[in-house]
């Protein structure tokens, strides 16, 4: 499948890298084509399948489009990525709202009453927007055998459709399948967002980005 | 041990229900002395160690005093309770700051810079307030083996014995010593609180409350 990825960080890089290797092709999206991450990316992976370009043209190549670009930055993103390039298509919303602006802990741009998943959507309406991946680390989203336990995968969104698409897509990133929740529609953004602050919180007692958290009974 | 347990609903009721099960004595407060919801839990529970009270009758008479008021009343409960009465104990914050005005689901009437764990330590700064069983459900938090896996139990505060002192009372409710972890400073009421739109989310999915999160690794 073609795939295109907003996002030149660690998330977008970790998921590029991820879906190159299980042999899709893929499209690397940054502000303007030739940004120096992406071509370094590009250049590291070493395959005819991975490209690099504007987040337009990433939007416009993918059969599917993964939204990894940093939550204060991913409004932008995809207004550059252009609603008319996502019309139809599965977006994947991996984003967090989290503002370094005043130090640490971050706090999140936007919760409560709206979400950045419900922004992403409103933004891009002919999209069918899944939120998900956004409650684990980069690391451990494309690798859940990392962990003696990868713990549960939140998903949400509006379109049954879209949300068993990204489910077989995250399946083959190896998370069992009855580890795959679906929180209902993209409001659930709100839900799965502001977890973060718990998430942020646990990194600190954890010493580290891997852990994940298990919905038990 | 004597023990207030501000508020009269559900959590209150549980909590005071099972600390006089334990061999405590237990009175519960509410605005005013008499309070119909009060007088039937004295009855109901049918125990000489069991009384009830005004707020202030409650927080005056525990050398450890829980709030388990509904979030919005909470502040105006602790108020009541008179920061006096309050002075040097541990006061364990079970509230939430669900604020139900606008309908379902709830909105936090606090939240990211700021939690009610925070205000309540500053409403009453010579209390050694700990956030804690505000992430699980009353019927489980006093009897966590009605679950096959009651999962974590997160607490936070700004001092280390109180911290200690309401492990032990949680231990006591029959939560695993290891299930109990330490989220820092009261500060970490803002994650814990965070957590619940992901709870009320997964309420709706498991069909009831009878769940847990658990951290894995």
């Not at 070493?46 to 990894?68: I, K, P, Q």
Request: net charge negative.
């Amino acid at each position: 499948m073609r795939i295109g990825v907003l996002g030149t960080g660690m998330v977008g890089n970790a998921l590029a890298t991820k879906l190159v290797e299980l042999g899709h092709e893929v499209k690397m999206g940054s502000r303007e084509a030739g940004n120096e991450k992406a071509v370094e990316w590009v250049s590291g992976v070493s395959d005819e399948r991975a490209s690099e370009g504007s987040f337009a043209d990433a939007a416009e190549f993918g059969e599917l489009v993964v939204n990894a670009t940093a939550g204060v930055a991913s409004l932008a993103a995809v207004e550059q990525a252009g609603p008319e390039n996502l019309e139809g298509k599965v977006l994947i919303d991996v984003a967090n709202p989290l503002d370094f602006s005043g130090g640490m802990p971050p706090r999140l741009s936007v919760c409560n009453d709206d979400s950045l998943g419900e922004q992403i959507q409103e933004a891009a309406p002919g999209a069918r927007v899944v939120k998900a991946l956004n409650t684990i680390n980069a690391s451990v989203m494309v690798d859940p055998g990392k962990l003696g336990d990868a713990g549960t995968l939140f998903i949400c969104g509006n379109d049954e459709e879209a949300k068993a698409q990204v489910s077989d897509l995250i399946a083959s990133f190896g998370w069992p399948r009855e580890d795959i929740l679906d929180v209902g529609d993209i409001s659930g953004a709100r839900a799965t967002e502001m977890y973060l602050p718990l998430w942020l919180r646990l990194m600190g007692v954890e010493g580290g980005p891997n852990f994940s958290i298990r919905v038990v009974r």
